[in-house]
Nanobody, 126 residues
Framework: QVQLVESGGGLVQAGGSLRLSCAVA????????MGWFRQAPGKEREFVAG????????TYADSVKGRFTISRDNAKNTMYLQMNSLQPEDTAVYYC???????????????????WGQGTQVTVSS
């Protein structure tokens, strides 16, 4: 069974930083695009950042561009999200996702992803 485990969430003051990790067990992810999504109370789940299979291309939502950095270490089967200059509007449950369909690009819709983590809560206080 494929399992994705997020870690690194927590409570932080506005302007602070957090680093999320997503460790994947049950399959290698070197052939898979991966992404981060988030969902705040009362809002739709939204795309945050994605990285292609090799790590050579990344895509960010406009709301986080310049503040968040996505990366991956295929040798460790792990993806990361470095979040800087956090704002209260970043408060959400953050989900790690793996796209099992081989492709060159980076999907930005949740329906394209096949495996999901349980989510980790990020809370940013003002």
């Amino acid at each position: 069974q494929v399992q994705l485990v997020e870690s690194g969430g927590g409570l932080v003051q506005a302007g602070g930083s957090l680093r999320l990790s997503c460790a994947v067990a049950g399959r290698t992810v070197s052939s898979c695009a991966m992404g981060w999504f988030r969902q705040a109370p009362g809002k739709e789940r939204e795309f945050v950042a994605g990285v292609n299979r090799s790590g050579g291309s990344v895509t960010y939502a406009d709301s986080v561009k310049g503040r968040f950095t996505i990366s991956r270490d295929n040798a460790k089967n792990t993806m990361y999200l470095q979040m800087n200059s956090l704002q209260p509007e970043d408060t959400a449950v953050y989900y790690c996702a793996v796209d099992a369909t081989w492709r060159y690009g980076i999907p930005t819709t949740s329906g394209a992803y096949d495996y999901w983590g349980q989510g980790t809560q990020v809370t940013v206080s003002s």
